[in-house]
C-alpha cells in the first residue's frame, strides 16, 4: 500500500533517552476551566475553600465537556479570568499549595461493569485526547457508527517532542493494559499500536508483549512527517480513507493516543483523575533539556527555569512542536492538559514573503493531495464556491506546504483562515 506524501524532518528528539523528572509541587497553581475541545467548566469551588488532590473544581452539565481537577492541596485564594493561547476566556482557579498533597477521599478506583460506566468513569476522570487536541475522550468512545479498529498513534512525528515516547519506554504495561481495557469495554476486535520507524526500543518492546497476542498489531511506519495526524495514521495503518465531513469511527476505526490510552488504566486501577502532564522541554534557550512531569496548572515559566533556561533570551515560546505547535503569549501561563511540549527559542528569524513561483512543491508534499496555492488564490478574491471545490475542509494545517515554499508563503495559516469562510452546518 502506498503511503501519503510527507516530509521528511530533522527530527531533533535530544530527550529521546531523558527519563521523566517530576516537577517539585509550585507554591501556586491557575488552573484553567478550559483546557479540551468543547464547552468550558465552571467552577464548583469559591475563594477560600480548601482542596485536596484529585477532588474535582469544575464541571458542567453539557455532553462536550469533561470536569477539572485539582493536583494540588490548598486554598483556593482566587477565581478569576484567564485567555487561552487561542484568545478564548474562560475562569481560572488559584490554589495556594500547602506543600502536604493530601488526597481527597473522592480519589478511588471507579466501579466499572458494562460500556456505559466505563464510559461515564472515563468522563469522570477528565480524559481527553493527550495528543494536543483535546477531544473529550468519553465523547470518542461513544460514536454512532460500530468501531472494529482501535489504532494507537505512537508516531510522536513533530521534531523535539519525546514526552510519547517516554510514555512508551517507562509504562509500556499500562499501554498494552490501556488497549486491552478499551478493547474489551467497548467491543473492538482489533488494535494496531502505529509508532515511526525512528523509535526501534518501542518497537521492539511491543512487538515482544504482543506476541501472544492476536487482535493486537505493531505497524512500523515510516518517518515521515505529519505520520501522526489522524487521517494519515488511518489511511497507513489500515488502508481506509476518512473523506470530508467524516469522522474516524465512520470508517470502523477510534484513534486514541499513546499517553491518553496509558493514563486510562492507570485511573481505573487507583481513581486519580488527570492532574499531571508530562511534557517535553527543549529548545536553544533551555540549558538542561529534559521530560518534566509537572502537575497541571504549574506556570511554564517555573517549568523552564527547572529545565535551566535562559529566560531573558527567549524570543519565541511554543507549546507543542515547531509544525503545529502555537505559540506561547505569556510565559506564566500555566500547563494544562493538552501541553506535551515547551520549545523555548533564542533567536526567531521572521522571512520575507515574495511572489508564488508556481513550483508546486506544497502540492507534492502534501498528505491529503489539496492545491495550497489554489486554495490562498481563491481565498485572497472570497471565493466560498472555489474553496469548497478545492476540500479545504480536509485541511488539517500540518504546515508541510509552509515548510517546503521557496516563497516562504504562510499557506497553512491561510488554509486556516480560508476554513472560517466556510459556512458551517
Partial sequence: MKKLNGIRLNHRKNTENSATVDFPVPAQVRIPMSMHMGVPCSPIVKVGDEVRVGQKIGDCDAPFSVPVHSGVSGKVTAISDYQTAMGA??????????????????????????????????????????????????????PKTPVDTLVINGAECEPYITADYREMIECPQDVIGGIRLVKDMLGIKAAKIAIEANKPEAIRNFTDMAASDDTIDIITLPSVYPQGAEKVIIYNSTGRIVKEGQLPADTGVMVMNISTVAFLYRYMQ????????????????????????AIIGTPFREVLEFCKTDIESVRKLIGGGPMMGMSIPDMDMPVVKTSNALLAVKHYDEWKTTACIRCGRCVRVCPLGLMPAEID?????????????????LCM???????????????????QLAKSLIPRK
Avoid: W
Fill in 89 to 142: 476566556v474562560c475562569k481560572a482557579v488559584v490554589i495556594d499549595t500547602d506543600g502536604l498533597q493530601s488526597v481527597s477521599e473522592d480519589v478511588k478506583p471507579p466501579v466499572v461493569t458494562d460500556k456505559d460506566s466505563f464510559i461515564k468513569a472515563v468522563r469522570e476522570s477528565g480524559a481527553c485526547g493527550l495528543g494536543g487536541a483535546g477531544f473529550p475522550t468519553h465523547i470518542k468512545m461513544a
Fill in 270 to 293: 487507583t481513581g486519580m483523575p488527570l492532574v499531571t502532564r508530562r511534557l517535553t522541554v527543549d529548545g536553544n534557550a533551555v540549558g538542561e533539556p529534559k521530560n518534566v512531569r
Fill in 377 to 393: 488564490r481563491a481565498f485572497k478574491i472570497k471565493d466560498i464556491d472555489e474553496l469548497k471545490a478545492l476540500k479545504v475542509m
Fill in 397 to 415: 494545517n500540518c504546515g508541510s506546504c509552509t515548510y517546503v515554499c521557496p516563497a516562504n508563503r504562510k499557506l497553512a495559516e491561510t488554509n
